[in-house]
């Protein structure tokens, strides 16, 4: 590995470290250097997603799609775009984005965005396929709560 590579990934760790720390400016500057010594799809998603705890959606977004950019088959960014377009009332465009999270080669949390579609789901009151992407994602990742309690909670809507 190189000196900008190592030096890139010890600013990106840095960056995660503060953010889980709260110091979402600091994260936010410290991830941008990361990015500007050696771009990673990782990088970018995470700044996206320092970007949304500071409310800033949009620009959240664009930086996820630049990780996109860098890295096609990365999955967290296409299911990032989902979730935050479900957060500004845009649960239909956030479909295509969730399947696409769905379909990548490289994720470790497939469980997320079937949860995110069950919420569009949900949200357009398309309660049977809300159903089953709950299950699937709970399939996907035995005993994750949210999905769980979204299936027993549509249970208890259809009774």
Known sequence: MDDRTQMARELFQKAYRMQMEGELDL??????????????AEAYTFLGWTYHFQGKLEEAIEECKKAIDTDPTFGNPYNDIGAYLIELGKPEEAVPWLEQAIQSKRYEAYH????????????????SKARECFLKSAEVSPGYAPALDAVEKLRRMMQ
């Open 27 to 40: 994260a936010v500057s410290l991830y941008k250097k990361s990015i500007a010594l050696k771009p990673t």
């Open 112 to 127: 997320y965005p079937w949860y995110n579609l069950g919420r569009v789901y949900v949200s357009m009151e398309i309660y």
